[in-house]
T-cell receptor, first 117, second 113 residues
Framework: DTEVTQTPKHLVMGMTNKKSLKCEQH?????MYWYKQKAKKPPELMFV???????INESVPSRFSPECPNSSLLNLHLHALQPEDSALYLC????????????????FGPGTRLTVL | AQSVTQPDIHITVSEGASLELRCNYS??????LFWYVQSPGQGLQLLLK??????LVQGIKGFEAEFKRSQSSFNLRKPSVHWSDAAEYFC???????????FGTGTRLQVFP
């Protein structure tokens, strides 16, 4: 299995709702990422988990709450979002940054299209 | 600060024509360089990457890219474009020993029959 899956594909939520995005990979990767991509813009990194621990938080508002329950799963919990949070949310994974390798390729999922009303 | 520039926001070519998408980076050392493609509403697919060695890199779908240190460039090329190549193309860099990908603003490729 060489893919990253994301559910749901589409999500519409109100500003008072609580919802979650899910990401799963079975490639044995130990680093997982959340990106936000607005229309006609490049992806922007939100969070990085390495060995199930949060290693990078790019100053994301607290209404976005990531969770990595195990090495295959990554969730993004959403609460009290604003309309400007509407975007494509991409998940990615990579092998652990190996000793001396410097960088491991990130594999992206298809994304969840989020609309906040 | 490190950055990636893609000067062309939108490029239109005829099917069968050659293609070159430009990418320039700003970084003190040689970064790791990538080209990704994104079809509408889809995730990103890696076309090719450059870490070191041969400066002409072959990728998937008939794409290649050439790293030119003197010009801080990593341009993507394809000798003959197919209609299915219409998509958004992102150049990206990552700093050595970090997890952080920095993307350019993207180039939208439109292909006419």
């Amino acid at each position: 299995d060489t893919e990253v899956t994301q559910t749901p594909k589409h999500l519409v939520m109100g500003m008072t709702n609580k919802k979650s995005l899910k990401c799963e990979q079975h490639m044995g990767h130990r680093a997982m990422y959340w990106y936000k991509q607005k229309a006609k813009k490049p992806p922007e990194l939100m969070f990085v988990y390495s060995y199930e621990k949060l290693s990078i938080n790019e100053s994301v508002p607290s209404r976005f709450s990531p969770e990595c329950p195990n090495s295959s799963l990554l969730n993004l919990h959403l609460h009290a979002l604003q309309p400007e949070d509407s975007a494509l949310y991409l998940c990615a994974s990579s092998q652990d940054r190996g000793q001396g390798l410097g960088y491991n390729e990130q594999f992206f999922g298809p994304g969840t299209r989020l609309t906040v009303l | 600060a490190q950055s990636v520039t893609q000067p062309d926001i939108h490029i239109t070519v005829s099917e069968g024509a050659s293609l070159e998408l430009r990418c320039n980076y700003s970084y003190g050392a040689t970064p790791y360089l990538f080209w990704y493609v994104q079809s509408p509403g889809q995730g990103l697919q890696l076309l090719l990457k450059y870490f070191s060695g041969d400066t002409l890199v072959q990728g998937i779908k008939g794409f290649e890219a050439e790293f030119k240190r003197s010009q801080s460039s990593f341009n993507l090329r394809k000798p003959s474009v197919h209609w299915s190549d219409a998509a958004e193309y992102f150049c990206a860099v990552v700093l050595y020993n970090t997890d952080k990908l920095i993307f350019g603003t993207g180039t939208r490729l439109q292909v006419f029959p």
